[in-house]
């Protein structure tokens, strides 16, 4: 082999190297669809006739609403990375979706609804999966001349997508922080200045490959700032960063790395402790990622003389780099439903016990638990005690510091003339220092209400509950359950706003569901609060206490009329699946709920109630099978008279079967004792 043919050998081998993996699901639609198909549902996709790219056009979309392009069956056990290269003219959005094997409904994972005049990319991570699934990227071009969904290229490469050596056009995804006079360019090549000090790229180790730099030269103010902005990560991961740099400091420049959550807020996790590199410098720092994050590479110059700062081959792993850092906590230890104990939970033993675990059974004049309506939860009172007044305080489990906590639970309140000292959070230090972070501020009046409380502190944590009773005739009922804690901030965490697919909470909607409507029949409502007939339905709803449910209102129907809410169709699976949602029925008139399947021209029943079943928001779990296409109907029945509200909140579908009873032990009708309470 000559001279030339090996070196253009070699060439074409680095190149090859610098070339990322195209996994099973790529296409670039240069002939055909690559085993992507249109779903028949919707409007088709058409392949440009030059080739290269697949389009959703406003004017072909006719009467289908949108486009769905779902890819073949993949099946990729490892963590890989989707990097999708699109275009949005005009008006309209375009979203990618997981479709799992054997679920109902499809998860999304990528939403872009803001137009250009150019290609945009976006990089998605895919979780390791067990089992197959496809992708569906969903079009929806706005109705009107001129608005369309361009998708140009399809790449599913192996790792992560904060991975990237800059030898491709799309950055990876990274962008620069355009800023007039230092920005982050592309070095390496052939084509640059041979008076440049610049390095070599570190991937192919020459002056083919590529790289990232920023360079002083341009630089005319104090602390000019360059910004290079890794892709948003898209589900939780932990582990080593990885990355090269070069640093050229002629008299100075600021070479840091941050993370930027969603609601803005940088972290600092490293900077050089070096002030210049004559070759390339290897990184490794852990960062642990919960929820969405960029990672954020900044340099700052001090003056034209700066010199440069050059970056290559950035990488992940799931393995922490450094053998002293804490492995990712999981919070969940700190959670408890108080079904099956107190979990980690203690109380102090000085003064006896004041949380007691409780159970009321089914009934018209007390509430039940918020976890299933007829479980335990904790009461702390005065009535169980033979002293003038308490102090009681509910202890947590100790929790990591350096830790951002988001805490959610429940609590109820009864018969309190005055609400100050009846509940509030503390968290308490190794030192058993305490600090309130929380207090009961409304007097939640028998309805289950949710507390957020979002915390941090350097060293660590237990969090307690602390309930004051300092006069008999002034205190009551303190109720307590469904405890929670994550990582992350509460307003970035998926909160109950921001239901998963296949959960609905009325919250921001009705979710799709829709009437059936028919002759004679009533309607749902969504309210918020107390129903306007005295002696029927909730005070609040399930999931928040102040927030929204389903329910009919008896007053505006006449006995045995009833009104159906039905699902947004379900597309079946081979598996059985799992429908879960609370309900209320409470009124001495109250008529019948029930849940019906249903498929083609048909209704089949798969769970009712009749009758008046307590004042408590009560769990259903209904185990159904069908392979087809179906919808779930709720279907409200009035009673004999105007006290016959019935309600619904927090459907949830999912993979069967149920594992949690719920309330599928037989039952209609409430308790004979309506005050037992069960220790």
Request: glycine share 8%; with cysteine; proline share 5%.
């Amino acid at each position: 082999m000559s001279l030339l043919h090996l070196s253009t050998f070699l060439v074409a081998a680095l190149v090859m190297r610098a070339q990322p993996q195209l996994l099973s699901g790529s296409c670039s639609f240069e002939l055909d669809g690559c085993g992507y198909k249109s779903d028949p549902a919707y409007a088709a996709w058409a392949i440009n006739e030059e080739g290269r790219f697949i389009t959703a056009d406003s004017l072909s979309v006719g009467d289908k609403e949108k486009y769905v392009l779902v890819s073949p069956e993949l099946e990729i056990r490892d963590w890989s990375c989707v990097r999708l290269v699109y275009q949005i003219t005009g008006s309209g959005s375009l979203q990618l979706h997981l479709r799992p094997e054997g679920e109902n409904f499809d998860y999304t994972l990528w939403t872009a609804e803001k137009p250009s005049d150019s290609w945009h990319i976006a990089s998605v991570d895919l979780r390791n999966m067990s089992g197959a699934y496809q992708l569906l990227f969903e079009g929806k071009p706005s109705r009107g001349i001129g608005n369309s969904i361009a998708v140009f290229e399809i790449h599913i490469v192996p790792g992560y997508c904060i991975e990237c050596n800059f030898e491709e056009h799309h950055l990876c995804g990274y962008s620069n922080q355009w800023n007039p006079n230092v920005n982050w360019y592309v070095g390496g090549s052939l084509a640059r200045d041979p008076q440049s000090n610049l390095p070599d790229d570190h991937t192919m180790n020459n002056e083919r490959g590529h790289y990232m730099y920023v360079d002083s030269v341009y630089a005319k103010r104090f602390q000019e700032v360059a910004k290079l902005v890794s892709p948003v990560t898209t589900t939780p991961m932990a582990g080593c960063l990885s990355f090269y740099y070069q640093r050229d400091q002629a008299i100075g420049n600021f070479f840091s790395v941050f993370t930027k959550d969603q609601l803005g807020q940088y972290e600092e996790i490293w900077r050089p402790d070096v002030y210049a590199t004559s070759s390339w410098k290897l990184v490794q720092v852990d960062i642990k990622a919960p929820h969405s994050l960029e990672v954020v590479f900044e340099v700052a110059f001090n003056s034209a003389h700066g010199g440069y700062v050059a970056l290559d081959d950035i990488s992940f792993s799931s393995e922490f780099c450094h053998t002293e850092t804490e492995p990712a906590f999981d919070p969940s230890v700190a959670n408890c439903d108080f079904e099956d104990g107190l979990c980690q939970y203690y109380q102090e033993q000085i003064g006896g016990t004041v949380w007691n675990r409780v159970s009321v059974k089914p009934n018209v004049y007390r509430i039940g638990d918020h976890t299933t309506g007829t479980g335990s939860f904790l009461l702390a009172n005065t009535h169980f005690s033979s002293r003038p007044g308490y102090v009681g305080r509910l202890f947590g489990p100790y929790l990591p510091g350096n830790h951002k906590y988001c805490l959610r639970f429940y609590y109820a309140l009864h018969g309190f003339m005055k609400i100050d000292n009846a509940l509030a959070l503390y968290v308490y230090d190794e030192n058993n220092v305490g600090q309130k972070i929380w207090t009961v501020s409304e007097n939640s009046k028998d309805v289950w209400t949710e507390v957020e409380v979002t915390y941090q502190k350097p060293m660590s944590t237990k969090i307690a509950f602390v309930s004051i009773c300092r006069n008999f005739w002034d205190c009551g009922l303190v109720s307590l359950d469904d405890i929670s804690v994550t990582l992350g901030d509460c307003q970035v965490t998926t909160g109950p706003l921001k239901p998963p697919p296949g959960h609905c909470n009325f919250e921001t909607g009705d979710c799709g569901y829709t009437q059936k409507k028919k002759n004679k029949k009533g309607h749902w409502l969504q309210i918020r609060g107390q129903t306007p007939t005295s002696y029927t339905g909730p005070k609040g709803d399930h999931t928040l206490g102040v927030g929204y449910f389903m329910y009919i209102e008896a007053s505006h129907m006449l006995p045995s009329q009833s009104a159906q809410l039905m699902s947004t169709e379900l597309r079946g699976s081979t598996g059985p699946q799992c429908l879960i949602f609370f309900y209320h029925m409470y009124g001495s008139g109250t008529g019948t709920l029930s849940v019906l399947l249903h498929k083609g021209d048909r209704e089949r029943l798969l769970w009712t109630r009749q009758g008046e079943q307590s004042m408590s928001w009560m769990k259903a779990t209904v185990d159904y099978e069908c392979f087809t296409r179906h919808w779930i109907i709720f279907e409200a029945i009035r009673g004999s008279s105007i006290r016959s509200d019935i309600s619904i909140d927090d459907i949830e579908f999912k993979k069967g079967p149920c594992k949690d009873p719920g309330d599928s032990i037989p039952y209609s009708g409430f308790s004979e004792n309506f005050n037992e309470i069960e220790y």
